[in-house]
């Protein structure tokens, strides 16, 4: 099948196709149309055009807009669940698909009721001073592959919540997800409103240096990041970067093994590991090590990986070649450096990127695989006995996206999550986000946050107005 650009409300076809492949069968899935440079200004123009009238509208308009850019969500989401399953690979069943289409649902709907009103900041016999929201234009939104279309929700409703217009570029791994989703949701706003070229890296590029683009949404790599920076940076655009990570989970030597297992598992490998607030290096304290290895590695080898379209499946193949290389040259590298294999490594080549689910005991900081991110169903675990040491190691990278504790003391718990230099710190579980909780990564995982209203400001510009 063919896919189509949406611009202006309109279907737009190219000249230049890639092919998108299913991941888990190596079969043809659809042909991804390539925008040009005269495409991407055509969609931008859209955008300007749709802004004059979009950010006059009332709150209530909006608001409604958002609410049934949710109900088409919900009425097609078993359709756009399935194309995601043999496009990104993860399963329609358990934290796949659906689940994602699930999220795609409740994060429109609770971002649609958020609101932003007008601050009374000072109200005396000096005069009154207002805060007042203003959207700030066209909005470029860049998205990766792992999650594609919760990702693509996440920067398009509260840039259109709060009065912009957008043009969004997905990943060249997954867009046929994003566009078909895109020409859904385009169909009950006004034309121009939301508008989706896909393309190569180049386009996102052309995107952070286009003059008509205000600000540019961006989750992805690192280093992307960086460069997008770069890229904006003539045009003073305003940022949202929601980059890598490199969670660390600590595991005190109070806790119960057995009852953690399930949780240190779905905190590690959920979307077989490619979700940037997954848990990528496991600290454990001595006095347990030996059970949670044991504990943990019983509980995952009963997970069925396969075709997500099989409903049994819950988890899926890696989405592409690159990242199973990669995987596999970490996993490799750390088992010639010393660490013990408990479950998994040797993947069997066969169809599809599957690499089996893999833990490694006895890891050192030092390993390719805990400095840097897997972003694959491979997760280190290192012993640790001193807690202030351990801290320190957890700390020792320049990211800092989540983190999680373990322990069946809270405010200890609590105290070490407040040492912990990251976005995020979750207590006994990991990587559980949420619409009403700002998210976002400290040091070089990113640039502000998303989700709730503090996500939702990021999408504004303050005007003051003294009375
Ligand atoms: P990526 O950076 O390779 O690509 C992301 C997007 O950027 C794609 O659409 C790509 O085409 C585009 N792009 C590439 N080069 C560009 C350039 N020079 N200018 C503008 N756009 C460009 O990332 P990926 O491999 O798709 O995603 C995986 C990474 O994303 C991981 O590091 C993961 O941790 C991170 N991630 C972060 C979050 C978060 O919320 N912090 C969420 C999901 C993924």
Redesign the pocket.
């Known amino acids: 099948m063919t896919y189509n650009l949406h611009i202006n409300g309109e279907a737009v076809a190219c000249d230049e196709h890639i092919d998108i492949f299913n991941p888990a069968t190596d079969e043809l899935l659809g042909a991804c149309p390539m925008a040009s440079r005269a495409q991407l200004d055509s969609a931008v123009a859209a955008a300007a055009q749709a802004y004059k009238t979009w950010s006059k509208t009332s709150d209530e308009e909006r608001k409604n807009a958002c609410h049934a850019m949710g109900q088409v969500l919900e009425d097609n989401s078993e359709e756009l669940a399935k194309l995601l399953t043999q496009e990104q690979g993860k399963p329609l069943n358990g934290v796949g698909s659906r689940f994602e289409l699930g999220g795609c649902v409740g994060w429109t709907h609770f971002t649609a009721d958020l609101e932003l009103p007008v601050e009374v900041i000072q109200d005396n016999e000096e005069g009154r001073v207002e805060l007042h929201r203003k959207p700030l234009g066209v909005v470029g939104s860049?998205?990766?592959?792992?999650?594609p279309l919760m990702?693509a929700i996440w920067h398009i409703i509260p840039a259109i919540r709060s009065g912009n217009t957008v043009v969004i570029?997905?990943?060249?791994?997954t867009p046929l997800s994003s566009l078909r989703m895109i020409e859904l949701l385009s169909s009950v706003l006004p034309k121009g409103v939301l508008n989706i070229v896909s393309g190569?890296?180049e386009l996102?590029?052309m995107?952070?240096e286009h003059t008509g683009i205000q600000k540019i949404v961006?989750?992805?790599?690192?280093?992307?990041g960086g460069?997008?920076m770069a890229?904006a940076a003539p045009t003073l655009k305003r940022l949202t970067l929601?980059?890598?990570?490199n969670d660390a989970g600590i595991v005190l030597p109070d806790v119960d093994a057995k009852a953690i297992a399930e949780g240190l598992f779905w905190g590690a490998f959920i979307n077989s590991g490619q979700t940037?607030?997954a848990l990528k290096r496991l600290y454990v304290h001595a006095d347990v090590y030996d059970d949670v290895c044991t504990h943990l590695t019983a509980f995952a080898k009963n997970m069925p990986m396969g075709n997500g379209l099989d409903e049994a499946n819950v988890l899926g193949p890696i989405q592409n070649a690159m990242q199973y290389s990669k995987v596999e040259e970490l996993v490799e590298d750390a088992v010639a450096n010393g660490a013990r294999v408990l479950l998994g490594a040797n993947p069997t080549k066969g169809k599809g990127y599957f690499y089996p689910t893999t833990i490694l005991a006895d890891c050192t900081d030092d390993m390719r695989i805990v400095a840097e991110?897997q972003?694959g169903p491979a997760l280190p675990i290192l012993k640790y006995t001193d807690i202030d040491d351990v801290i320190a190691r957890a700390n020792n990278v320049d990211v800092g996206?989540g983190g999680s504790v373990w322990s069946n003391d809270i405010s200890k718990a609590k105290e070490i999550a407040s040492r912990m230099e990251c976005g995020s710190v979750w207590i006994n579980k990991h990587g559980m986000i949420q619409p009403n909780v700002p998210f976002g990564?400290v040091k070089g995982?990113?640039i502000g946050v998303e989700f709730g209203v503090e996500g939702l400001k990021e999408y504004t510009t303050i005007q003051a107005i003294f009375a």
């Open positions: 860049i998205t990766p592959w792992n999650w990702i570029k997905p990943s060249p791994y190569a890296d996102g590029k995107m952070s961006f989750t992805g790599s690192c280093a992307t460069k997008i890229s929601e980059l890598g990570g940037c607030a991110e972003f996206l990564g995982s990113g």
